[in-house]
């Protein structure tokens, strides 16, 4: 029985492992998460046969209804609303995490068990990443939702936000030298709770992609911890591999968003900023749908810039008819797509391949920013921030320095927004009030139909 | 811990030390496109917690012990479904978008 479990402990890890590897390659990404599937698959059944277990109806009513409810909500979800259900599903991770440490330290403490120091060390250790992890993934969930609207944000923020960890710390190192008392313990898993919110709250929406990745690798960590605690070597070499591989993939993505991972956590976006920006002048000169469909069908060269703008709107499949009629009428039609466009790395690529935009047609940011010059008609739809020049030219922008989209230099460029409004993160565009820019007004999917329909009219 | 592996001092050092540098490595040159799939298929990877949680509630005295234990496994298989679901449901559309080129 050992030998089997501890065998299928041993090829979780291992599908774990090549199954990351295979998901970092598009061509074989969906074997790798099957693989990994099936690892999981394996170590979970196997669990069921350990030695000296009870309350196995709590496990499968708990497992059960869990899965139940994570399967179903996972599968209706509109493909736009992903990144907040991967941060739900890791602050869930977590938060087990934590609990699983809980169980543990209420034996210490309650029971009177007796557990190794560094045992009990790495379990407070757990156990503060874990719960930390688990409430800023609700926070982040939260903000992405839309259930909370503010970022909020106070003075000397970053001193109290510090105060509580070194509570939360202080209590932990108690709770390991055994100043015994349920108190403790419950102050203890409350304070990290707490810092978890408070970190998370000052943080925008734009910066949340990093964030959840970094509560992800922080999750990885916390369930290495609890694999050391209770011997399971699948949970420490997966726990561990998560929390470097997490690592990484936030320092790449902050990265890509041009943004320090340390500005993310401590300088809030837009604050930090001294001076006065550049003032905008001119004003937004507003077209028709037909006329921007009469320019579009007569120029030899289109690129599409999508922006989240459009994901939300759903007119990603408009938008791929309107790209098919003018390919049919000999226009060059390319679709540019910013490292950061959508809420996450990668998240325009996965929504475009939804509406069946071949790979072929779409480009990253270096490999066509040189062809803007020679472009008739730039057709930007939903994006605002990725497109600002300010990010370019104006030093005291607060996206200044940020890669962009060299939108501005195409000969014409066509902006299908909503309203007047600013971008994510509240900054004025400039793009919007340039000679050679014209604004469509309107739902993002609405006026895609509109094109497409007057682009027919015009016949071959 | 009753029926786990024993492994303590440098070995779990070692073990540690290595799974680190092979998750720095496995994910090194991954594009831009697969950031947010391979974040997702990583949160699903984690999910491995659940195993943990039912170890926890499996061994649960008491009934402190028993509803922490149920959280946690609650938690846990949330996570490693949800997780599996959303990976998943990402990946189909890149197979699908290579399959109409």
């Known amino acids: 029985m050992e030998l089997l479990i501890q065998g299928a402990y041993f090829l979780a890890a291992v599908l774990f492992i090549v199954g990351l590897k295979q998901m970092s390659s598009p061509v074989t990404a969906r074997r790798g998460i099957v693989w990994a599937g099936v ?4 170590a979970t059944l196997v669990t069921f046969l350990f030695p000296g277990l009870h309350n196995y109806v709590l496990m499968l009513v708990a497992m059960g209804v869990s899965s139940a409810i994570a399967w179903v909500w996972a599968r209706k979800v509109a493909m736009t609303d992903m990144p907040q259900m991967i941060a739900i599903y890791n602050g869930m991770g977590g938060g087990s995490a934590a609990t699983i440490a809980a169980v543990e330290l209420v034996g210490v403490t309650v029971g009177g068990e007796n557990l190794p120091f560094t045992v009990q060390a790495l379990a407070v250790l757990g156990a503060l990443i874990g719960t930390v992890a688990f409430s800023g993934s609700v926070i982040a969930f939260a903000k992405l939702q839309g259930l909370i609207r503010r970022s909020v944000r106070f003075g000397g923020q970053q001193v109290f936000n510090i105060l509580v960890l070194v509570a ?8 390991v030298y055994g100043y015994d008392g349920a108190g403790l313990l419950a102050a203890f898993f409350a304070l990290a709770f707490l810092f978890g919110i408070f970190m998370t709250l000052p943080i925008g929406g734009a910066d949340m992609p990093v964030v959840i990745s ?5 999750t990885g960590l916390a369930v290495g911890f609890e694999g050391f605690v209770l011997g399971n070597p699948a949970m420490m070499i997966a726990g561990t591999v998560v929390g470097a591989s997490g690592s990484l993939l936030t320092q790449l993505m902050a990265k890509a968003m041009n943004r320090p991972l340390s500005n993310v956590l401590f300088s809030h976006f837009g604050t930090g900023v001294e001076g006065a920006q550049m003032e905008t002048t001119g004003e937004m000169k507003p077209i028709d749908a037909q006329d921007a469909a009469i320019m579009m069908a007569y120029a030899d060269k289109v690129i599409i810039v999508p922006g989240y703008g459009m994901a939300v709107a759903q007119a990603q499949h408009k938008v791929w008819e309107l790209a098919k009629l003018l390919l049919d009428r000999g226009v060059d039609v390319k679709f540019a797509i910013h490292p950061v466009a959508g809420r996450m790395p990668g998240h325009m ?3 475009l391949a939804e509406a069946g935009v071949p790979y072929d047609l779409i480009f990253d940011m270096d490999e066509i920013n040189a062809e803007f010059p020679n472009t008739d008609v730039a057709l930007v739809i939903g994006a605002n921030d990725v497109v600002n020049p300010a990010a370019r030219e104006d030093p005291n922008s607060p996206i200044y320095g940020m890669p962009i989209l060299d939108v501005d230099k195409a000969r014409n460029v066509i902006v299908i927004k909503r309203g007047r409004g600013a971008g994510f993160s509240g900054v004025e565009n400039r793009l919007f009030f340039a000679d050679n820019t014209r604004m469509l007004f309107g739902d993002g999917q609405k006026m895609a139909a509109e094109l497409v329909n007057h682009i027919k009219e015009l016949g071959g | ?19 680190a540098f092979t998750g720095y490595e496995v994910i090194s040159k991954v594009p831009v496109i697969l950031h947010t799939p391979l974040m997702s298929g990583s949160n699903f990877v984690h999910g491995i917690v659940v195993v943990g949680a039912m170890v926890a509630l499996g061994h649960a005295e008491g009934w402190v012990e028993q509803t922490l234990g149920f959280i946690a496994v609650f938690l846990g298989a949330g996570n490693a479904v949800g997780g599996y679901a959303v990976t998943e449901r990402m990946l189909e559309m890149f197979k699908s978008s290579r399959g109409g080129k």
């Open chain 1, 349 to 351: 690529n996965v929504l």
């Open chain 1, 168 to 175: 939360a710390l202080a209590t932990g190192v108690a709770v």
């Open chain 2, 1 to 19: 811990m009753e029926g786990g592996l024993v492994i303590e001092g440098f070995v779990a050092l070692y073990i540690f030390m290595l799974a």
């Open chain 1, 214 to 218: 970094l509560y992800n690798a922080l």
């Open chain 1, 39 to 42: 690892g999981m698959l394996v």
